[in-house]
């Protein structure tokens, strides 16, 4: 029996059946043209932009698409920025056994791509920001990434974080894929940018959640557990609001 689930910010729903579909599952790439496919046997209607994983009951794998455009006589027409990085954050957890594919000489994304249609993105903040950049740039955004640094003592470890903008809508906005958030004006709900957000003060922005995972897998590296970091500073609200109030003090271009 088949399992269809859509994910899109803070929703989980069963992906529409689509008794017309006749196009054959999307089986060549993590990014998959809005449709609708065919999965096992049964037709399935995949024309909202977002996240979907598809099982068929039996065994493994899963199937992980991520939905950003539509194909129109082979164009890519309507896309939807959002979505796509709402997306890509639910098919993310911070850790570290997908980092081969990204510290390779030159970095083999395309390797990641595919090897992420069956399981989620497992990177740290500044691979999970490369990743999101190559394949946003397969489609002509301009792009950059964000050093964020901490104006207090260092301590090792949470000193840093890094981050996505692209220029959207006529500037540049900030997505943090790895916390699976950005940040608006809490008056206004303009979409921020670094330099916005540090001007205001991290804790005086909205946040926005874009995804409802933990982000955080349990992963060792040099001797740092994210999930029990997670579990000992992250879960309460407050546990958050240090973090990001160190974090988000300083920026450069990275």
Not at 78 to 91: E, M, N
Not at 167 to 176: A, E, I, S
Request: proline letters at 3%.
């Amino acid at each position: 029996m088949n399992l269809a689930k859509f994910f899109l910010n803070g929703e989980v729903s069963d992906v529409p059946l689509a008794p017309d579909a006749t196009t054959a599952f999307w089986s060549s790439s993590l990014t998959m043209p809005a449709g609708k496919y065919v999965f096992a046997g049964v037709g399935y209607d995949c024309t909202r932009r977002g996240r979907y994983l598809f099982w068929d009951g039996y065994g493994a794998p899963i199937h992980a698409r991520l939905v950003h455009h539509e194909l129109v006589n082979g164009v890519r027409v309507d896309p939807d920025l959002y979505a796509f990085l709402s997306g890509l954050s639910w098919h993310h957890v911070h850790a570290t056994n997908d980092e081969g594919f990204a510290t390779s000489s030159p970095p083999n994304w395309q390797g990641l791509a595919n090897a992420c249609m069956n399981h989620k993105v497992r990177l740290r903040c500044g691979y999970l920001v490369g990743f999101a950049r190559w394949l946003l740039g397969l489609w002509g955004y301009q792009t950059r990434a964000i050093n964020l640094i901490t104006l207090e003592a260092a301590n090792g470890v949470n000193d840093g974080h890094i981050v996505l903008e692209v220029q959207h809508g006529g500037k540049w906005k900030l997505w943090d894929l790895s916390n699976g958030c950005y940040f608006v004006d809490a008056m206004t709900g303009e979409h921020l940018n670094a330099a916005e957000i540090v001007q205001r003060g991290v804790l005086n922005c909205a946040r926005i959640a874009i995804d409802r995972d933990e982000k955080r897998g349990s992963s060792v590296a040099d001797g740092w557990d994210f999930q029990c970091y997670r579990d000992m500073a992250l879960l309460t609200p407050e546990g958050e609001n240090t973090w990001f109030s160190r974090i988000y003090q300083s920026w450069v271009v990275g």
